[in-house]
């Protein structure tokens, strides 16, 4: 058993409503999808593709509004990151406002909770002080089990 949970604040933009048919009961499920960036320790920026159950009728958040977004992740060796969100809490006021910058939080940091398989042994880092190693995770993302190695 591996999960693979990913907390973070970023910008959504390119939203959009798409319905899915479930082949099984041809129940028809919608989902708003958004486009993002996770920034890094490094500061670099990982692409990430946001996907969450919404109703028919509700809203898609405009470009440019800032989330807090909680929810399951995969990392693909060859694509953005993948996030089925449990909740994406927007920032309220209109995000094309120059004051929109003013009342959002500093922070930047994106949080990773990851239970797997460790896959290699531990590594010193060019810092002297930290370790890392490959860890293999799994998670239920766009409706199939998908694999990550996170370091």
């Not at 409503?17 to 129940?27: C, F, I, K, T």
């Amino acid at each position: 058993m591996s999960n693979f949970f990913l907390e973070c604040t970023v910008c959504l933009t390119g939203g959009n409503r798409q319905s899915s048919v479930a082949p099984a009961s041809g129940n028809r499920t919608w989902h708003c999808y958004y486009n993002s960036a996770v920034e890094c320790n490094d500061r670099a920026l990982l692409p990430v593709d946001i996907w969450i159950y919404s109703p028919m009728n509700d809203v898609v958040h405009p470009d440019l509004t800032m989330g807090h977004v909680i929810g399951r992740a995969v990392k693909p060796p060859d694509g953005p990151m993948l996030v089925d969100a449990y909740v994406i809490t927007p920032f309220p006021g209109d995000p094309v406002s120059p004051q929109y910058d003013i009342h959002l939080p500093q922070s930047t940091t994106a949080y990773v909770w990851a239970l797997g398989t460790v896959m290699t042994p531990l590594e010193q880092m060019p810092d002297g002080k930290s370790c890392c190693f490959n860890l293999a995770v799994s998670d239920f993302v766009r409706d199939s089990n998908k694999l990550s190695t996170l370091q």
